[in-house]
């Protein structure tokens, strides 16, 4: 009487077959005991894993293709971003100076006598003013004017600069000294990810200090953003609300990661890699 025993399972390999091509097999072995517990054989079986593997490299092939096509999708979008962005800065900008210009005439010519039309000249003039603001701004969120005219770090400098002015919060940075340039579209994903992270501190954390560290490790672009707030759980709250899943699109699309989550030391913590290209 034999008995089987303790099956080994060898992890899936390629082997040849008789007309010459291959296939792809797992191997189950078990050893046969007799009645007396020494081993008097072995079985071996073979488990066909071809249909798997093929199912398994067209996955890989259609998500390559679907991130390629998003990258290209992003690199049309940031484009036309950037023209509407300086289109509304170049254009629209300079009708709103001119028109700022006309009423400084107007105002400058009006009668003495009637102060009602000077309030109202100095009312249009403030709307001007705060179109222009408006203008600013949202050729801003199209595509920052800072990555194209102080580059990646600089970029992230003057956005942390501008954090501390707005919340009061020091912000603490490690950045490298020499420029980052891994080109248009990756540092665009790269700043949106630290203004993200910098909103949801604005809006919940609660925090006293962040720490924001930029690296290249291992061919990476490593993004790290850590406050001392209060913290949440990513898994307890919708995440769309903190940015966490745009967060993560936006690095998925280049073949990266964000990782986002309270971290032993108290607060939270953003840390973003993505792929530079060689």
Known sequence: MFCRRRQRVQPAAERPRKDGGTVHVSIYTSPLHGTDGRIAGTIRMFADLSEHKHAELQLREAEAALR???????????KERTRIARELHDELGQALTALKME??????RLPAADPALGEKVAELTG???QTMRTVRRLSSELRPALLDVTGLVGALKMQSLAFERQTGVPC?????????????ELTTAVFRVLQEALTNITRHAAATSVDIRLRRSAGYLVLEVEDDGQGFDPHAVRSEAYGIVG?????????????????????????ARLPVPS
């Not at 390629?68 to 940031?78: C, F, G, N, P, Y």
């Not at 009423?103 to 400058?108: K, N, Q, R």
């Not at 603490?172 to 248009?184: S, V």
């Open 68 to 78: 390629r096509s998003i990258l290209q999708r992003d690199a049309a979008v940031q």
């Open 103 to 108: 009423f400084a005439w107007l105002g400058a």
């Open 127 to 129: 709307l001007v003013d």
């Open 172 to 184: 603490r940075l490690d950045l490298p000294a020499q420029p980052i340039e891994p080109g248009a």
């Open 247 to 271: 967060m993560r699109e936006r690095a998925e699309a280049f073949g990266g990661t964000v990782e986002a989550g309270p971290h032993s030391d108290g607060g939270f913590a953003v840390v």
